[in-house]
């Protein structure tokens, strides 16, 4: 993260306003070329707004792990809240039936297509079997999630039900950047529409879940 | 298009051309081997297995690749050179089959089968990706085990996903009972078409595909798929009934739980216990609840995916590490697995069978036909206390055979039935006449398992359920098909499930009605000295129509595709369901995934289409064009069925039970006329009529026929 984004984050709890925006922001200019409204913009008129009134709170509501180091869209913590269910994988019970994989992919896709499933499994067993042989993978929704942070184009947001974070396919323009954000590499690419997506719970009731014969899928719901 | 893709792909190899062409083209034969039967017919029946002229299609279904149940298979079909059968003039057709991810993933390429033809002139793989089909250099892989090599191609293409078909150098050499491996585990096993590829020069099918299968009412689907997992049993055994040797029941779940389907089996607690500790879990097919496969990790052997017959080596009595040394061997290097029972006993026999004081392997040591260090190898695998029937003699035999090693080695990668002819063959070449009549007998010797799996079945094959057993249905089963059918419409009801025969034949009251049922069937359990039952005429009929039923179901299973360890749904493990499955999940599956309006009439109409084409490609071949009376010449078994057992079982080791009485061949001749009657064929010669090749559609066919052969029946 740049040492202006930093200073302008330390300032803002010490409520100041923000000075000038950092010099090189490339993303940003394409996307005022496109007249969107980037989504560190938009940040940057609510960040400040939002972070100047609750300075206490979020700096105790921050995670323990949390470095200013680990965004660079000027966000904090309360400004993306946590998701209130995910779900968990136990590759020791996956079978690799890939019943997960054609359930998301029909049920977002209209068509039994693994390859655009967003719970996806590993199934290249001639490796060392040291590893289980099939594993199935799924979005963590992480707290500061990546793909979120590194939109510019406000296409990820976060589910009303759940708090998943979502790619609105409309909004998406295909630059990749949650792609390569994503450090568990769940962001799926549609190569037809050149459209991305993700995991996104299926509104609270994931059908992964619902009809994985091997309990290798759970769904925990805090909501 | 739902279901189909629409496209089928041809690659002639010997001009590198790569051409596509409609599906609809075939439609009417539906997919799998009606496709494969279909294209053998049309383009070159009386192809030589080996020569470039013969086919091997690729083929899968309308619902392989959905989310219909166990619809991961794909057929392999061409003309077999694993099929013995000295009456006919030309080698025969037939089919294999095998799960995993290979025939889905073609499906999201974009085809519904391969089309291979010709040979090439080095040793290639042919690469699918999506719209771009290439053949590849394959020096790179050629020798390589079969595990190595799809490792190789993975790390080549940099895509992990690939999935792949592919041979061993067993298939290299063109060992005639060289299966396709795919994965780890699963495998095109009988019919010998990893040696069909071997002649080739195809290494493997490479396929890679990221579009999906479309189906036309996918909320319905959904639905229906949910109310069949919460009643359908775990395959062969794992209902919470099942008991016995075989038994694969490890955990009672209730039926209903459609999220803990898969975790009822353990194949390796109930095949090998002492393999427990290197049991990592059980696995699947794709879209498949199963999970049949044991995935298994042992030390200096490596990871391995076990299931069936893979177990071979424990069931003829190991009870160490070497069990999984065999699946190993059998997969990495390429050697059917099934075949192994014939050839294992059969080596024993040729130690324990004794001419002039000498068994027949020193004779063969004698005459320069076996190096010492084979003998050597092959006694140690001898059963207690000759030997230790353990890893050495294990891995004397099957890198012989994978390799052709010697007079023995080559002889026996024939297949044991070949072998046996072609050992005698030599020893009467010189001019020791009792030794090669003693190596004959072996065709009369009974295998372990009530008498078949390892005995001489048919059609050159060990055969995986006895005729004497089940019933007369299985005999004309057996008869009519060109391999070891291994059809488990049957077993599903009766054999693999837990229920005891008072419990099992309500149900198939339910599925065919009093009159089948109870002239038809046989308590598979029952004494061994109790013979089948037998009502005259009504059992004549009953048999017949059984025989139908499995025919045409087998012809379903093998063109849509789905796995037979789960269809037709004879059982339920559900009590409040009397234990009785539902038998129209096919049809109500076909139609949510096609769109196609479909009964169980419709659908066995498809079906015999398919099992016709398959009777007229044989009637082409078994008189090479020449009017033939397949009935009285092909339809038959090996008189061994017909006879009391006077020849000697085979060692009580492991202890085998003795068969059931020998078979009748009035009530086999009568059920075949009822048989023939139900499906339309001509009752003197076995071969299908006119009119009902008229009345599937199939008019065009029946000339095409008389063109290439010779007059149908009316």
């Not at chain 2, 499906?107 to 590849?136: C, M, S, W």
């Not at chain 2, 427990?276 to 879990?281: A, D, M, P, S």
């Not at chain 2, 076909?590 to 769109?595: A, C, I, S």
């Not at chain 2, 085998?656 to 078979?663: I, K, R, V, Y």
Request: charged content about 20%; overall charge neutral; glycine content about 10%.
């Amino acid at each position: 993260m740049s040492k202006n984004v930093l200073e302008r984050w330390q300032d803002a709890l010490r409520g100041k306003k923000p000075g000038n925006r950092a010099p090189d922001a490339p993303q940003e200019d394409a996307a005022q070329e496109k007249g969107l409204m980037s989504r560190r913009r938009m940040l940057q008129i609510l960040g400040v707004q939002v972070v100047a009134g609750t300075v206490a709170v979020s700096a105790l509501a921050a995670p323990k792990n949390f470095n200013p180091k680990h965004y660079n869209r000027e966000i904090s913590p309360d400004q993306l809240p946590n998701t209130r269910a995910w779900l968990v994988a136990n590759p020791a019970q996956c079978v690799g039936c890939r019943t997960c994989e054609i359930m998301c992919s029909l049920s977002h896709d209209g068509q039994c297509q693994p390859s655009l499933s967003r719970v996806t499994t590993t199934y290249d067993p001639t490796r060392a079997l040291s590893r289980l042989a099939v594993m199935v993978d799924i979005c963590r929704q992480c707290n500061m999630a990546d793909c979120y942070l590194a939109c510019g184009f406000d296409a990820l947001s976060l589910d009303k039900a759940t708090g998943a974070r979502v790619i609105d396919p409309k909004k998406c323009t295909g630059c990749g950047e949650c792609f390569a954000a994503c450090p568990w590499d769940m962001i799926v690419k549609n190569e037809e529409t050149n459209v991305f997506s993700k995991c996104d719970l299926c509104g609270g009731d994931p059908q992964c879940v619902k009809y994985c014969p091997a309990e290798a899928l759970s769904f925990v719901d805090l909501r | 298009m739902n279901g189909w893709t629409g496209t089928i792909v041809r690659v002639d190899l010997s001009s590198g051309a790569i051409t596509t062409e409609k599906t609809e083209k075939y439609i009417k034969y539906t997919g799998g081997i009606g496709f494969g039967y279909k294209v053998v017919f049309d383009e070159a029946p009386l192809a030589e297995p080996f020569s470039p002229e013969n086919r091997l299609v690729f083929a899968t279904g309308p619902m392989t690749g959905t989310l219909a149940p166990s619809t991961g298979r794909s057929e392999v079909i061409g003309v077999s050179p694993h099929v013995y059968a000295p009456g006919s003039k030309h080698p025969l057709v037939t089919r294999s089959g095998f799960g995993g991810y290979w025939g889905a993933e073609l499906k999201f390429a974009g085809y519904d089968a391969l089309i291979i033809q010709g040979k090439a002139p080095k040793p290639v793989y042919i690469n699918i990706r999506n719209d771009t089909v290439t053949i590849e250099d394959a020096a790179f892989i050629w020798g390589q085990d079969t595990f190595a090599a799809q490792d190789a191609i993975k790390a080549k293409q940099g895509d992990e996903k690939v999935q792949i078909a592919i041979i061993g150098p067993s298939g290299e050499k063109l060992v005639r009972i060289s299966p396709i491996i795919h994965r780890i585990g699963n495998a095109a096993g009988q019919g010998g078409f990893g040696a069909v590829m071997g002649s080739k020069n195809l290494k493997a099918v490479a396929v890679r595909g990221t579009r999906g299968v479309a189906v036309a009412d996918k909320d319905g689907l959904v639905k229906y798929v949910k109310s069949v997992r919460e009643f359908q049993p775990g395959p062969l055994g794992s209902t919470p009934l099942s008991s016995g040797p075989l038994s694969w029941t490890e955990k009672h779940i209730d039926p209903k739980d459609i999220n803990k389907q898969a975790l009822r089996f353990d194949q390796t607690k109930s095949c090998a216990p002492w393999l427990n500790e290197y049991h990592v879990k059980a696995q699947s097919c794709y879209s498949c609840p199963q999970g049949c496969y044991a995935y298994m990790n042992v030390p200096g052997m490596g990871g391995g995916a076990v299931s069936c017959t893979q177990w071979f080596y424990s069931w003829l009595g190991n009870k160490d590490k070497a069990t999984f040394l065999a699946n190993q061997l059998a997969n990495k290097l390429g050697v059917d697995t099934f075949e192994m029972f014939p050839m294992i006993q059969f080596v024993w026999y040729l130690q324990d069978e004794t001419v002039d004081g000498k068994s027949i392997l020193q004779h063969l040591r004698d005459k320069k036909l076996v190096t010492p260090e084979i003998q050597a190898g092959l006694e140690k695998g001898h059963y207690p206390p000759k030997g230790d029937l353990g890893a050495e003699g294990l891995e004397t035999l099957m890198n012989m055979i994978a390799s052709r090693q010697g007079f023995l080695g080559d002889a026996l990668a024939e297949g044991f039935r070949r072998a046996m002819d072609i050992i005698a063959a030599k020893f009467e070449s010189l001019g020791m006449g009792s030794v090669a009549k003693r190596v004959m007998h072996f065709e009369n010797m009974e295998g372990i398992m009530g008498g078949v799996v390892g005995g001489n079945g048919g059609w050159g094959m060990s055969a995986h359920y006895d005729p004497r057993s089940f019933g007369y249905y299985w005999a004309v089963n057996f008869a009519m098909e060109n391999r070891d059918p291994n059809r488990h419409a049957m077993t599903n009801l009766l054999e693999w499930t837990g229920l005891k025969f008072e419990q099992a034949l309500p149900v198939a009251k339910t599925i065919w009605g009093e009159e089948i049922a109870e002239n038809g069937l046989s308590d598979l359990f029952r004494e061994r000295d109790v013979p089948l039952t037998w009502n005259g005429e009504k059992s004549a009929k009953a048999n017949a129509s059984l025989a139908r039923f499995i025919h045409l179901r087998g012809c379903i299973k093998d063109s849509v595709t789905v796995c037979d360890w789960v269809f037709p749904i004879m059982t339920s493990g559900r009590e409040d369901r009397k234990y009785t499955g539902d038998v129209s999940v096919e049809f109500k599956l076909f139609e949510l995934v096609t769109g196609e309006k479909m009964t169980q009439d419709k659908l066995n109409e498809r079906a015999a289409r398919i099992w016709n084409m398959h009777r007229l490609v044989t009637a082409l071949e078994w008189g090479g064009g020449k009017p033939v009376n397949l009935r009285k010449e092909h339809d038959q078994l090996p008189d061994h069925f017909f006879a009391p057992v006077e020849t000697r079982l085979l060692p009580p080791f492991p202890p085998a039970e003795h068969p059931h009485p020998p078979l009748d061949r009035g009530h086999f001749e009568a059920t075949k006329t009822e048989y023939y009657t139900y499906m339309g064929w001509d009752t003197e010669t076995g071969l299908p009529r006119r009119a009902t090749l008229a009345a599937l559609g199939m008019g065009d066919v029946a000339e095409a026929f008389e063109a290439k052969g010779f007059k149908l029946p009316a």
